[in-house]
């Protein structure tokens, strides 16, 4: 058994909206937990999000530039032996044509790119914190000010209890109000009037949960808490972590960046990073708003993020990442979404037990692993949610909700696009290529979308009455393509099964096709 104690040296890259940073860390547990020991560290301007509003197409410049920071760090990160962790944030998720990115950056550095929700941006910069500051046991607000995006996010004790994405990144504010020079009041103004106004509904709900403290992390805020360190001690410090910043020494921040309206002039402000000159405007209105809205007297600093949250993530999978079941934080998601939407979770989660061990039972005939396992748990667990908004087409409503909810932490944008696409096909027609959000799934994934699709089928019919009859199934496979499958329902205290047989054979198709054999569903012969 591998020691659990012994050093894990993991890589982190983070591809944001206005720059990709790269982390090489090692990790090391003691008495107290994981502690990161930083090994290489990279950063490089791209600037993905170069057009105001919503970033419907990443620029082949941007391309180029994203994908050539990659090739630059992904051998530091070999040098090391560190498997390589990468994530997406706000414009790779926006932009129409991020397979482009994804696809190449696969094809020329060698690294693969999972886009996130912003949610799970959340929750990943959450766990960062955390091994910055010692706050596990208070009740925290933390927001993080990237190009594209704002996270805001409330914790207490390593739980997320709510959190945000909101499009207000300081890259996107400067498209949006400051692309010409000089900067006026009335364009401070409108921007203002916006950040205000994106993030008025969600503040209701975060001062209603009294967080104790404040946390700002991302480059944004720590060059802001600097700038403000250096008025206040004479002295820029060595390092942003634990600074504190005071809403009366924003707003002074503020007043200086207003009055220097062009990126010449800002870049001539003390402390100012030269980078950010263009773009800290924007950033620093909307901390502005945030720490107004919020009613926050002060932040402290992080200066773990995103990075470090995405290496400590990786570092808990490969340390003891659950292999039969839905990891806690998975599951909490997947079932409070289900219980919100879902009108007979019961029936749901007879149909996810049965759905997995038909998985287990035909695991020789279609090799997937434990990951897929997973994936199916979620899909049969939430496949009925579109019922909250129809039953007409609720397998169709069942992929909406799940595709377009916040409310699914833990999982990457690429796994919530599965599961979506395992609940949508749990009913009606199979997967076909004229469907778009099928086709555009690799062999791989599709092969993966139809069996497990097929497999939840059978295991919606084996409750059909939907009142748990059957206790247990059972498959007789030698995985011999010329013999099919038997799957043997078990009544549960005698119960009938015929019903169960018959709704279960007539959905068995789907699953035939995925598995390219016959499937014989048999149940006992009720007594007389």
Not at 195 to 202: E, G, H, I, K, Q
Request: hydrophobic fraction near 45%.
């Amino acid at each position: 058994m591998p020691d659990q104690t012994a050093p894990i040296t993991l890589a982190a890259i983070d591809i944001g909206t206005n720059s990709v940073h790269g982390v090489v860390a090692r990790i090391v547990e003691d008495g107290n937990g994981p502690r990161f020991e930083i090994l290489e560290r990279e950063k490089e301007p791209v600037r993905l999000g170069a057009a105001a509003g919503d970033i419907r197409e990443l620029t082949p410049d941007a391309i180029d530039r994203a994908v050539a920071a990659l090739v630059r760090f992904a051998p530091l990160a070999r040098r090391h032996d560190a498997p390589i962790t990468a994530v997406a944030t706000s414009a790779v998720r926006e932009a129409e044509n991020r397979h482009e990115l994804i696809d190449r950056a696969w094809e020329e550095a060698g690294v693969h790119v999972e886009v996130i929700s912003g949610t799970e941006e959340a929750r990943l910069i959450h766990l960062g914190v955390l091994q910055s500051l010692p706050l596990y046991d208070r009740r925290l607000v933390l927001c993080d000010i990237g190009g594209g995006s704002t996270e805001i996010l409330v914790g207490e004790q390593g739980e997320v209890l709510t959190a945000r994405s909101l499009k207000l990144g300081h890259l996107r504010m400067t498209r949006m109000f400051f692309d010409e020079e000089p900067v006026t009041k009335a364009q401070v103004r409108a921007c203002r009037r916006h950040v205000r106004s994106t993030l008025a509904p969600f503040a209701r709900d975060v001062r209603a949960l009294a967080p104790q403290v404040a946390v700002g992390s991302s480059g944004t805020i720590a060059n802001l808490a600097e700038m403000a360190a250096l008025r206040r001690a004479g002295a820029k410090p060595r390092t942003p972590r634990n600074l504190v910043l005071t809403r009366a020494e924003l707003d002074g921040l503020v007043a200086e960046l207003v009055a220097a309206p062009t990126a010449v002039e800002r870049a001539d402000l003390a402390g100012l990073d030269e980078g950010r000159a263009d773009v800290i405007l924007g950033g620093a209105l909307v901390l502005e708003q945030v720490m107004a809205e919020l009613d926050l007297d002060e932040l402290v600093v992080s200066d773990f993020a995103l990075r470090e949250g995405v290496l400590l993530d990786a570092w808990q999978r490969r340390r003891g990442g659950t292999l039969h079941h839905l990891s806690d934080l998975r599951r909490r998601s997947v079932e409070a979404l289900a219980s919100a939407m879902d009108e007979d979770p019961d029936h749901s989660r007879q149909v996810a037990r049965l759905a997995l061990q038909l998985f287990d039972g035909t695991r020789a005939r279609h090799g997937l692993d434990d990951e897929a396992r997973e994936l199916l748990e979620a899909a049969a667990l939430l496949c009925n949610v579109g019922l909250f908004l129809s039953h007409a087409g609720h397998h169709k409503h069942s992929y909406y909700v799940i595709r377009n909810t916040d409310r699914l932490p833990g999982f990457t944008d690429h796994e919530v696009e599965l599961i979506a696409l395992v609940a949508r096909y749990h009913r009606k027609s199979e997967p076909k290529p004229k469907h778009d959000e099928f086709s555009v799934l690799d062999e791989d994934d599709q092969r993966l979308v139809r069996t497990l699709a097929g497999l939840l089928r059978v295991a919606i019919g084996l409750d059909r009455s939907h009142s748990g009859c059957v206790a247990s199934v059972s498959v007789a496979d030698d995985a011999d393509p010329g013999d099919g499958l038997v799957i043997d329902a078990h009544p549960a205290d005698g119960a009938d099964l015929s019903l169960e047989r018959y709704a279960a054979e007539a959905r068995r198709d789907l699953l035939e096709h995925a598995l390219d054999t016959s499937v014989t569903i048999r149940s006992p012969t009720p007594s007389a």
